[in-house]
């Protein structure tokens, strides 16, 4: 008996850990935000609308940037608990790829501007 409540309470344990995995882990991959971001691109580009395509890119290049400060602070906390740095320099490869997002993201925005401003 005790060693089936045991083994009851065990389940119930690892289910209630995956459940909070999940939940933690799900904010990470938000399918539906790029869903949502994916339909109001395309209703932008089936009207032209360059502008709202700037400020879209425009708002896209600052979030990398700032995931990009985010990674930095995060390497050099890394560096002060684990000096020899496999942790920092994972942290710094994820600064440089949101940087060069964000240099993307900043050159669309630029031609849409362009663009909305009745050039080619």
Known sequence: MKSEALMTKRTMLKGLGALAGAVLVAPL???????VHSEKLKEMMAKDDHAG????Y????????????????????YLKKYPKGAYSKHCENMADKYLEEAKENDA?????S??????K
């Open 114 to 119: 362009k663009m909305a401003k009745g050039g």
């Open 108 to 112: 669309l925005a630029e031609i849409h």
């Open 58 to 77: 425009k708002k896209q290049a600052d979030e990398a940037r700032h995931k990009a400060a985010d990674m930095k602070t995060m390497a050099s906390e």
């Open 29 to 35: 991959f938000p399918r539906e935000a790029r869903a």
């Open 53 to 56: 395509l700037a400020d879209f």
